[in-house]
């Protein structure tokens, strides 16, 4: 049964700082892995995809990277702002079955 | 955790016919609920946000009309396809939340809608 790890479970940084957030999953066997953020009170935003037979996908200030052999993926965001403030999940795409989340981490950015 | 059913969990219909999907908090009282469409291999994409006793709010490029929400009770939201084609053959996954208490959703099982 596959399982999604998040750590940390909370974070909070000054503004401008670059920083990690990682993720890890119990089985290697997946079709993508998919970061998303969370406002409070709203829907799911997709923020990045990674293919299995990708190690990395970037979009503007974030980057993300996978290394499904050792069932880690880590999401960099650089200089960081306070609009960056929110929860970020990320999931593993097993194929048939529903994706399978991380409890997330609430990123606080302080201006 | 919380549980978020959905019924069915697979469906098959026929191009021009309309399926009902069901969503439900088995144990709180969930006041929005979310519904998500994802197309294999690709990404969970939001559709729409439905809060008890209003109506849904949805994404641009989503159709209102085609995908019809309703969220009766603080436990039950359904999703129609109307007028189903085969393009809208996807996994269709809801999530619950009882904001004010936490911010964290619930996520159903998925339904699997195949259209032929």
């Known amino acids: 049964k596959q399982e999604v790890t998040q750590i940390p479970a909370a974070l909070s940084v000054p503004e401008g700082e670059n920083l990690v957030l990682n993720c890890s999953f119990t089985?290697?066997?997946?079709?993508?892995l998919q970061w998303f953020r969370q406002d409070p009170g709203k829907g799911l935003t997709s923020l990045l995809l990674i293919q299995s037979s990708q190690r990395e996908q970037t979009s503007g200030r974030l980057n993300a990277s996978l290394d499904k052999s050792s069932g880690r993926s880590t999401l960099y965001i650089a200089a960081s702002q306070p609009g960056d403030s929110a929860t970020y999940l990320c999931a593993v795409d097993s194929g048939n079955t529903p994706l399978v989340f991380g409890k997330g981490t609430r990123l606080s950015v302080i201006a | 955790g919380a549980v978020v059913s959905q019924h069915p969990s697979r469906v098959i219909c026929k191009s021009g016919t309309s399926v009902k999907i069901e969503c439900r908090s088995l144990d709180f009282q969930a006041t929005t609920m979310f519904w998500y469409r994802q197309f294999p291999k690709q990404s969970l994409m939001l559709m729409a946000t439905?809060?008890?006793?209003?109506?849904?709010?949805?994404e641009q490029g989503v159709e209102k009309d085609k995908f019809l929400i309703n969220h009766a009770s603080l436990t039950l939201s359904t999703l129609t396809v109307t007028s189903a084609h085969p393009e809208d053959s996807s996994f269709y996954i809801c999530?619950?939340?009882?904001?004010?208490?936490?911010?964290?959703?619930?996520f159903g099982p998925g339904t699997r809608l195949t259209v032929t």
């Open positions: 439905s809060n008890e006793g209003s109506k849904a709010t949805y």
């Open positions: 089985d290697s066997a997946i079709y993508n």
């Open positions: 999530s619950a939340a009882a904001f004010g208490q936490s911010y964290e959703q619930y």
